[in-house]
């Protein structure tokens, strides 16, 4: 199941993030996601293990996607794709119709999830990650609010 994350899930996220990223979030910055007043931290939760989670950050009238993960042991099983429905009917319940995120060049696994539900990569920015690689910008409109 998916639900909202608590500060006691912040052990497990954070060992995930460690596994899924070489430039991994620090826990303080997972601390500072519940706490920020405008960031959603959810995890995808199965008989009481923390598989997958996502954060995402609604700024005026647009969300950002900010993190996405999932147990490498558990990929290609469907969490990735519970977890972006969700984040996108979450924010629409909000009244946002527009998602953004960067994903690095590389990454074709999560672009073509998130091109499957409806992501453009608009952009690129140079350098974003720490290591210089650059990001794709992309952008997901909900269909009656395309510009
Ligand atoms: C990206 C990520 C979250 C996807 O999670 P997942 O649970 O494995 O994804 P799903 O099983 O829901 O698959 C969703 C879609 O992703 C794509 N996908 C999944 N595995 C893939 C693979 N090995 N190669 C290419 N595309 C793949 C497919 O489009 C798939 O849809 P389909 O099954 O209809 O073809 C996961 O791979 C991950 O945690 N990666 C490391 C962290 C990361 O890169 N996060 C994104 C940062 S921008």
Known sequence: MIRLAETKDIPAIF???????S???????????????ISTML?????????GYAVVTIIFDEAHLDNIAVDSKMRGSGIGKQLTQYIIDFVSQKGIHKITLEVRLSNTTAINLYKSFGFV?????????????????MWRYDDDKKP
């Open 121 to 137: 990569a608009e952009g690129v920015r140079k350098n974003y990650y720490m290591d210089n690689e650059d990001a794709y910008i």
């Open 23 to 37: 430039d991994a979030w620090s826990e303080q910055n997972f601390f500072e996601v519940l706490s920020n007043g």
């Open 43 to 51: 995890v995808y939760e199965k008989g009481n293990i923390i598989l």
């Open 15 to 21: 060992s995930l993030e460690k596994q899924c990223f």
